[in-house]
């Protein structure tokens, strides 16, 4: 059974940094794409950024880009986002999925 759980959540201010993780398990994470979204309140969920299995082919949604890092390790099964110089836009619960199954999410929350 696919299992996707996410961790490194929580409150920091604005221009912090905060890594999120997702560990894999039960199926081949090492031959899987895998991405992170994320949903504000009120709003859609939306693309946040890309993994292929090698990792090193990523994509990155515009309003992150330069500021986001998502890597893979796949000798752990895990998959990081990086987060820098964070905005209260930001501020969002953020999944994980990857062969179509998604994680409880992880809430960040960026205030002063």
């Known amino acids: 059974q696919v299992h996707l759980v996410e961790s490194g959540g929580g409150l920091v201010q604005p221009g912090g940094s905060l890594r999120l993780s997702c560990a894999a398990s039960?199926?081949?994470?090492?031959?899987?794409?895998m991405s992170w979204y994320r949903q504000a309140p009120g709003k859609e969920r939306e693309l946040v950024a890309v993994i292929n299995t090698f990792g090193d082919g990523t994509y990155y949604a515009d309003s992150v880009k330069g500021r986001f890092t998502i890597s893979r390790d796949n000798a752990k099964s895990t998959m990081y986002l990086q987060m820098n110089s964070l905005k209260p836009d930001d501020t969002a619960v953020y999944y994980c999925?990857?062969?179509?199954?998604w994680g409880q999410g992880t809430l960040v929350t960026v205030s002063t």
């Open positions: 039960g199926f081949d994470f090492s031959s899987a794409g």
């Open positions: 999925t990857g062969r179509n199954a």
